[in-house]
């Protein structure tokens, strides 16, 4: 992320993948004991050449296509657009979600077939089948359905240009058309369809544990410390975050005395070389850590991802 999303808060669907996320954390509690699968907690010192792998999840909703795309009308398409970061990572997974509305037949199963829009040579559109599933049902309530997206979305991620939407038919086991919602009223606009994406990104992992003080704000220490500090995103009026609403940052400050916290060598040397004439170390973060956060991207994409460089877990001095 090189800057905050222009975007204003939208209402915060109620889907099902996004329902999981927000479980996977306490709301506003990102900080646990025991962070979920992905997460960071504190602890760990990351070495620049050292990585490994971590999931991110993106929740892209469905919207019309662009008219410089020329799709016909009758088609109905959706269209999932995709941020440049997100488009740099690997696909692990990918499902597409349909909100399927209730119905009076009283089939017990419908199928489920996912088109994608195709270019031919000279350039004409037409439709091309991706999947087709059976999905067994009670029609009298609506429900979501998922459908196996990760390969029609890894080929988008590495080509983007041939992402022109895609189509979805559905029918009951009569050949009747079964409803679903791709452009539902305002009041019902959760119930789009969106694609729910789990990415890899790399970041660092290996730890070295060391030493520094931990300090409270009624503290009479003098010495290089760590105290505590609370960020609210909610005062700054960053609405585009979901979650975390608040973190603990942390800072530092204090003074650093000969050989107290240092990490480099070359500080206690230059100390012994100029005691009168260098300015001295100073108190700044020794380790900082990432934290996850779930956020809208300027798509209106629902993120959730690490954030490196967020909280610091140790001070030293340089």
């Not at 602890?43 to 019309?64: C, K, L, R, T, W």
């Not at 959760?190 to 994406?197: D, E, G, Y």
């Not at 060391?210 to 505590?228: H, I, K």
Request: glycine letters at 6%.
């Amino acid at each position: 992320m090189k800057r905050a999303p222009n975007v204003t808060r939208a209402a915060l669907p109620h889907v099902p993948p996004l329902h999981r996320l927000l479980d996977r954390y306490d709301v506003g509690m990102m900080q646990a004991d025991a962070p979920a699968q992905g997460t960071f907690g504190a602890g760990a010192e990351f070495d620049e050449d050292d990585y490994h792998v971590a999931a991110e999840n993106v929740i892209s909703f469905g919207q019309e296509a662009p008219s410089e795309l020329g799709l016909l009308p009758e088609w109905k398409a959706q269209y999932f657009r995709f941020s440049e970061s997100v488009l740099n990572h690997r696909v692990s997974k990918a499902h597409l979600w349909l909100y399927v509305t209730p119905n009076v037949t009283h089939s017990s199963a419908i199928w489920v077939t996912l088109y994608k829009v195709a270019r031919g040579p000279l350039g004409e559109l037409h439709l091309h089948k991706v999947r087709a599933k059976e999905e067994k049902v009670h029609l009298r309530q609506g429900f979501w359905v998922q459908v196996d997206a990760q390969k029609l979305v890894s080929r988008w991620f590495r080509r983007p240009e041939e992402n022109l939407g895609i189509v979805v038919h559905a029918y009951d086991q009569d050949g009747r058309r079964i409803h679903i919602t791709t452009d539902p009223p305002p009041q019902q606009d959760a119930l789009r369809p969106f694609i729910a994406v789990v990415v890899e990104a790399h970041t660092r992992s290996r730890a070295r544990r060391t030493v520094g003080l931990d300090c409270q704000e009624n503290s009479n220490e003098e010495r290089c410390c760590r105290y505590p500090l609370t960020v609210d995103f909610e005062q700054f009026g960053w609405d585009w975050i979901i979650a975390p609403k608040r973190y603990e940052a942390n800072y530092c400050s204090g003074e650093c005395p000969y050989v107290f916290l240092q990490k480099y060598p070359h500080t206690h040397l230059v100390q012994q070389v100029n005691l009168s004439g260098s300015a001295g170390p100073c108190c700044a973060a020794r380790k900082i850590s990432p934290i996850s956060m779930l956020y809208f991207d300027d798509n209106y994409n629902i993120i959730y991802g690490v954030l490196p460089g967020m909280i610091v877990d140790r001070c030293g001095c340089y």
